[in-house]
């Protein structure tokens, strides 16, 4: 079984095929272009469009992660604002960047046919509701001292991918699949001493960026980035655009109220906020699971090495060692799924 990252994004586990999965971009049956001299001994060119898509995945990927990892820093900066008050200016000002979007790529079309399509809405409406709860429950945690926790949600988010597969595909798990779960249910249990209550920023973000990587990896053919980001924008800015006049009326939004720079680094939110989750959604839809499944380590690295270094967060003894257990776990979990892409690597030769 491979994996579904995360924010966008994100981590669902789908059976590890025979042979690599075509790119959801391209129709399965697309061939590639007569080459003009195969190398000597080979059986024929590597199709091209398929190397070029799958070097546009990875530079996708390795910027939607950077982007998330670097976020905290931008929240920092964004205080005195709270977490109710920076998602809802990423929702309205997305909304308005995702318009410029669909206008400069002419996608209209493709928005209002994914608007008409019940079950692409349907999807992306829920997509919504989960990146919404992934949003509050991040910025919460950065914006309150919680960075570390923060980070953690997204380092065992593989494995919730990994019982993703078991409650909802009904897969069953590998040897090594079953000892990394268990690993990360002590390492939540010695995390959960330490800090002395359940991590629930970390539960809480994991599952609803896992249960969104899934949801968007299924809809991911049926619809492409910029529409999908524009629908699931669309279901949130009704309720953000609301939060953002009662804040207005209760006296308590910053927006205008801590100078011109502040303003526009909360109406910058909207390009930060669309950018990585843009750059997510073209990633999914061109590498395999694996491939993702590793790059997705990124994004909590170097949001742990922001809270210690930057934020100076504590770090006490019982809890490197919580965080040490979650290590091992996917340490466990990578080499389950390099064996797994290993062992399929005679067949992809096959039918090469």
Not at 61 to 77: D, K, N
Not at 100 to 125: D, M, P, Y
Not at 130 to 152: D, H, K, M, R
């Amino acid at each position: 079984m491979d994996i579904v990252p995360s924010p966008d994004g994100s981590s669902s586990p789908v059976p590890a095929p025979s042979a690599p999965p075509a790119s959801p971009s391209a129709p399965t049956s697309e061939v590639p272009a007569p080459a003009a001299t195969p190398a000597a001994g080979s059986k024929g060119a590597p199709p091209k469009a398929v190397d070029k898509e799958t070097t546009a995945g990875i530079l996708f990927g390795i910027g939607a992660y950077g982007l998330w990892g670097l976020l905290p820093l931008y929240f920092f900066v964004l205080m005195p604002a709270g977490a109710v008050e920076i998602v809802a200016n990423r929702v309205v000002w997305s909304l308005l960047f995702c318009a410029l979007l669909i206008t400069v790529t002419r996608s209209w079309g493709a928005l209002a046919g994914a608007l008409r399509n019940r079950a692409v809405f349907g999807s992306l409406a829920l997509a919504a509701f989960l990146i919404a709860v992934n949003w509050l429950t991040y910025t919460y945690g950065v914006t309150t001292g919680q960075a570390v926790e923060a980070s953690l949600g997204y380092f065992i988010n593989p494995l919730v991918s990994v019982l993703l597969g078991v409650f909802v595909l009904k897969e069953k798990l590998r040897p090594l699949q079953w000892a990394a779960v268990g690993i990360g249910f002590v390492a939540v249990g010695v995390l959960t001493y330490s800090y002395g209550k359940l991590p629930w920023i970390a539960l809480t973000l994991a599952f609803s960026f896992g249960l969104y990587g899934f949801v968007k990896k299924r809809v991911g053919p049926r619809v492409d980035a910029v529409t999908s980001l524009s629908v699931e924008t669309m279901v949130l800015a009704p309720f953000a655009a609301v939060t953002m006049v009662y804040l207005a009326l209760t006296g308590t939004a910053t927006l205008t109220t801590q100078g011109p720079g502040h303003f526009w680094l909360l109406l910058a939110s909207g390009v930060i906020t669309a950018v990585p989750l843009l750059f997510f959604g073209a990633s999914a839809r061109r590498l395999p699971m694996t491939t993702i499944g590793l790059l997705q380590y990124f994004a909590p690295l170097l949001q742990f090495v922001l809270a210690l270094v930057v934020f100076k967060e504590a770090m006490t003894l019982d809890r490197w060692i919580g965080f040490g257990v979650v290590w091992v776990a996917l340490l466990v979990l990578t080499v389950d799924m390099l064996r797994s892409l290993r062992k399929s690597s005679p067949e992809r030769l096959a039918h090469a």
